[in-house]
C-alpha cells in the first residue's frame, strides 16, 4: 500500500536505533503517517525478531513491530560505525535510543555530537527509569514498570496476588507518550529552531493512566485493593458467563445506564434504592448487583444477552480472542485490521495505524523487513561503496 495523498510526517526522517518495544514502537506510529524510518540494528539483530510467535523460522510480532520502516545493520561502537551514525544524523529530525544513560557518550555520539553535527535534531531516549535519579543506571523492562507504577498491585483477584498484564503494556504506553513528545518537540523547533532531548522513563507514562490512586493516598492515605474485573468506582463492572459458557464484560459509568441494566435484568427496584444514586454507593453494594446481573446472563446465550442490552441501551461487549476480532464486522468496518503481502510469508493480517484522519490518513506500506535489507541503500547514499560495504561487513562493522 502506497499513500495516495500528501503524508502528514512525509519528508520526516527519523533513525531508530532503538531495541525490543517502546523505542522502536514510537518509531512505527511516526512511520504509519509517512516518516522515513531508519532501523538500525546490530548485525545480530534486535531480540524482537524472536520474540512470540515465530512461522517457518519468521518472527510474527516483528513483522508488525518494524512495518514501515527500512532495516540497516550498524555497530555504533565501532570507530567507522560512528562516523556513518553522525553522518545519517546530520540531515535527520529525529533519532530513537534506548540504551542505558551514558551509552551513547561513552561511544562518542551523545546529546553534545549530535547536536554539532545537526542542532535541529530531536533525541528521544527512551529507558526504563530515564537518564537521572538513583535508578538510572538499573537495566528496566515495561515489566517493571507495571510493577513500580502501580498497576500490579491494584490489578488482580482480592485474595491473588499481585497480577502482571499478559503484553507490554508499560511498553505500548511509553511508545505513545514518546511519540507525542517527539511531535511536541518538533512542534517548538518550528519556534525555536532548535532540537532538543526527550527523556522518557518508561515507569512514568503508565502511573499517569492510573487515575486518583496517588492523590487518594496523599490526601486520605487510602490505597486502592485488588477488586479483580470489579470497579472501585461503580457496579455493576465485571466480567459474566453466559449459558453457552462465553463470557460478556459490562460497564455501568454513567448512572443512565446502571438504571437501564437494572430494568433489563429484573431488579427495578433497587434504582430506588438511596445508595443506588451514585457510583461509589452501588459499588459499596456491587454483590447484590452482580448477583442480579449474573443470574440473569447465565440463564442465556452470549448473542441474546448483547442483543438484550444493545436494545436496551445498556452497555455491554463480548469478551473476543484474536480469531473474533479477524471476523468482527464492526472491526472491518474501521479497517482496524490491515493485510499486507510480506515477501517471506506471503499475506498477513495485524493491526492498521490505530486512528483516522480526515485529509491525511497513515497507512501500512511494507511489513517488518529482513535484517539489513537496506544496508547497502541506505549507506549507499552516504557514499559507502559495494567494496567498502563488503569490508564493513567482514569488519563486523554492518
Not at 551514558?102 to 549530535?114: F, S, Y
Not at 529552531?193 to 522518557?200: E, F, I, K, P, S
Not at 535484517?371 to 563488503?390: M, W
Request: glycine residues 12%; negative net charge.
Amino acid at each position: 500500500m502506497t499513500f495516495d495523498h500528501p503524508a502528514a510526517l512525509e519528508g520526516l526522517k527519523v533513525l531508530d536505533a532503538s531495541t525490543l518495544f517502546a523505542g522502536p514502537l514510537a518509531a512505527t506510529l511516526l512511520g504509519d503517517h509517512g516518516a522515513d524510518v531508519i532501523k538500525i540494528e546490530h548485525p545480530r539483530g534486535d531480540p524482537a525478531r524472536t520474540h512470540g510467535a515465530q512461522k517457518d523460522g519468521v518472527g510474527l510480532w516483528w513483522k508488525m513491530l518494524a512495518r514501515n520502516k527500512r532495516a540497516i545493520t550498524l555497530v555504533l561502537s565501532t570507530p567507522r560505525g560512528r562516523e556513518l551514525f553522525l553522518d545519517l544524523a546530520a540531515d535527520a529530525d529525529v533519532v530513537i535510543e534506548n540504551f542505558r544513560p551514558g551509552t551513547l557518550e561513552r561511544w562518542g555520539v551523545g546529546p553534545d555530537e549530535l547536536r554539532a553535527r545537526n542542532p535541529r535534531l530531536v533525541l528521544a531516549r527512551v529507558t526504563g527509569f530515564g537518564q537521572i535519579g538513583p535508578y538510572a543506571s538499573r537495566p528496566g523492562f515495561g515489566t517493571l514498570a507495571e510493577a513500580m507504577s502501580g498497576f500490579a498491585a491494584m490489578t488482580g483477584e482480592p485474595d491473588g496476588p499481585p497480577t502482571l498484564p499478559p503484553f507490554g503494556l508499560a511498553d505500548g504506553v511509553a511508545a505513545i507518550t514518546t511519540a507525542f513528545g517527539i511531535m511536541t518537540a518538533l512542534r517548538a523547533r518550528e519556534s525555536t529552531g532548535r532540537g532538543q532531548v526527550l527523556d522518557t522513563a518508561i515507569i512514568e507514562p503508565l502511573l499517569h493512566l492510573l487515575g486518583p490512586g496517588l492523590i487518594a493516598y496523599d490526601q486520605l492515605g487510602v490505597l486502592q485493593p485488588r477488586t479483580g474485573n470489579r470497579s472501585t468506582n461503580n457496579a455493576p463492572r465485571n466480567t459474566y458467563r453466559c449459558s453457552d459458557g462465553r463470557w460478556v464484560a459490562v460497564s455501568t459509568s454513567a448512572q443512565s445506564i446502571a438504571e437501564r441494566v437494572m430494568r433489563l435484568v429484573g431488579t427495578p427496584e433497587l434504582i430506588d434504592e438511596p445508595w443506588f444514586a451514585s457510583g461509589a454507593g452501588r459499588a459499596e453494594h456491587v454483590e447484590e448487583l452482580d448477583a442480579a446481573v449474573g443470574t440473569w446472563i447465565a440463564a442465556r446465550d452470549r448473542d441474546t444477552v448483547v442483543e438484550a442490552f444493545e436494545k436496551a441501551e445498556a452497555a455491554v461487549a463480548p469478551i473476543y480472542t484474536a480469531a473474533d476480532v479477524l471476523a468482527d464486522p464492526h472491526f472491518t468496518a474501521l479497517g482496524s485490521i490491515v493485510t499486507i503481502d510480506d515477501d517471506e510469508l506471503g499475506p498477513v493480517r495485524f493491526q492498521n495505524v490505530p486512528f483516522r484522519l480526515s485529509e491525511t490518513p497513515g497507512a501500512v506500506r511494507t511489513t517488518g523487513p529482513r535484517l539489513g535489507a537496506h544496508t547497502a541503500e541506505v549507506l549507499g547514499g552516504l557514499g559507502v561503496g559495494a567494496d567498502e560495504l563488503e569490508q564493513l561487513r567482514a569488519q563486523g562493522v554492518v
